[in-house]
């Protein structure tokens, strides 16, 4: 015989439910977050300023010779570096040609060097498998945003075209240099030609000589025709910057959807918090979820019609013995209006408290628990009273304004007498167990002015 397999215990936080929980018992927190934060988007939209961007394009074309070799890669096709391109558009040399390019235009177009050279309002991006570049430039106006774009592309070909031209004019004298030392070994060869004797070896290494430096001569002054002959093209603006009609910032989707996102994460934290650190009890599954207690019937639920009789059912059939205890928390609870009478035909001692030796002749007992009067720490407090005592409690009953009294009653039958109470509270039965009912003794009243 094979035994049965273990029942799967879930692990706590384990299910999605758990987590989602918190939100649902919290909702008022979250959704307060979330408009907060929303809110706050919207406000810090309206606070900050509008700026505009314009962007010119600027295709970069080679210079001369002297261009370093760029390695081919799948973003970068082209013979020119243009990431390294790109980092001197943003430069404070060309940060500076574009200040003064701009200081000449007029005093309708006023910029400052250090203003133009903040990186936040300058991007010079280039697209893959491109010879372009994209300087973007943000300002408060769209007219400035446009006049510095391209001040900046103009100012970026002017320094390169410098650049190319200083290159090649230090190559130009590089060369020419070359070449009047080899003209000048020329002189010299061609002097010591004339004083050597024809067919010796002299003769014949100063004529080879020779030879070798005409040749030389020769390839120098093709490369300096070269280098002077060489077009200095250092790029163009293929499209020229245009003022913008729309502010590129702020942008409406992203400081809404920031101050929403931000309102969630902190509700979402707030409502676990809270979850966490609140124990007040206020509905009837915040008794069983914080203290495990089973709710026998809620009292506050309007919609419920059959809850006395259910309730009696319930206390009758979940109590261990005769007597009960019920105990009501917070303690004033009883100077509530009550409510409908609890009517069985079972018998049961119904215990209140109010003598000592109640606790210690109960055989189980019954929580009436005020909903938002008391936390779950009160409650668990309660319970451990009642475990030292040995009396076990078969549930809770959840009330607002409305409580039974469980107080029992003896109703008159026409073939049997009467019993009687006694002063410790008991009821000494002597009819049959059938014709014992419990009932709220308590009337309408005035709160706070007990019967």
């Known amino acids: 015989m094979s035994l049965p397999p273990d029942p799967q215990v879930p692990r706590s936080g384990a299910r999605l439910d758990e987590h989602l929980g918190p939100l649902r018992r919290r909702w008022a927190i979250l959704t307060g977050c979330v408009l907060t934060g929303g809110a706050t988007g919207l406000g810090l939209l309206w606070l900050t300023p509008a700026a505009y961007t314009a962007t010119t394009q600027v295709l970069v074309m080679p210079v001369g010779t002297q261009e370093p070799g760029n390695q081919v890669t799948n973003r970068q096709r082209e013979a020119l570096n243009l990431d390294t391109e790109a980092q001197v558009a943003q430069s404070a040399v ?8 701009l200081r000449a235009a007029g005093p ?28 973007a430039v943000t300002a408060a106006e769209p007219a400035a945003a446009a006049a510095r774009s391209h001040a900046y592309a103009e100012a970026y070909l002017a320094h390169r075209r410098h650049n190319a031209l200083t290159a090649m004019a230090e190559q130009q004298r590089t060369v020419l240099g070359k070449y009047r030392h ?17 067919g010796s070896a002299e003769h014949a290494i100063a004529a080879q ?23 200095v093209t250092p790029g163009a603006i293929i499209s020229k910057a ?17 101050g929403i996102m931000a309102g969630l994460l902190a509700g979402v934290a707030a409502a676990q918090a809270r ?7 206020r509905t009837a599954a915040d008794i069983e979820r914080l203290t495990g207690l089973p709710v026998l019937a809620d009292l506050s639920d309007p919609h419920e019609h059959d809850l006395p009789h259910d309730l009696a059912s319930a206390v009758v059939a979940a109590c261990p013995g005769t007597r009960l205890l019920v105990k009501a928390l917070p303690a004033h609870l009883y100077l509530s209006s009550p409510a409908e009478p609890l009517t069985v035909g079972a018998p049961l001692t119904v215990l209140d408290g109010s003598d000592v030796r109640d606790l210690s002749r109960a055989d189980a007992a019954l929580l009436l628990v005020g909903l938002g009067l008391v936390t779950s720490t009160e409650v668990t407090a309660a319970l451990r009273r009642l475990a030292r005592h040995d009396v076990p409690v078969i549930g809770a009953v959840a ?32 009819v049959p167990a059938e014709g014992t009912r419990m009932e709220a003794l308590h009337r309408p009243r005035r709160r706070g002015n007990p019967a």
């Open 182 to 198: 080899v003209s000048s070994a020329i002189e010299a060869t061609i002097k010591r030609l004339h004083t050597l004797p024809r």
């Open 399 to 430: 009330a607002t304004d409305a409580v039974p009294a469980f107080v029992p009653f003896i109703e008159a039958r026409p073939h049997a007498s009467l019993g009687k109470l006694v002063a410790t509270g008991e009821l000494e039965v002597s």
């Open 275 to 281: 979850d966490r650190l609140d124990t007040r009890l």
């Open 94 to 101: 060309v940060a500076e040609r574009a200040a003064m390019a």
């Open 209 to 231: 000589r020779q030879t070798v430096l005409n040749r030389q001569a020769a390839n120098l002054a093709l490369k300096y025709d070269e280098l002077r002959t060489v077009a």
């Open 108 to 135: 309708a177009e006023p910029a400052e060097p250090a203003e133009l050279a903040e990186l936040d309002e300058l991007e010079v991006s280039v697209p893959p498998n491109s010879s372009v570049l994209q300087i």
């Open 242 to 258: 245009e003022p913008p009609t729309e502010p590129s910032r702020p942008a409406l989707p992203l400081h809404l959807g920031t």
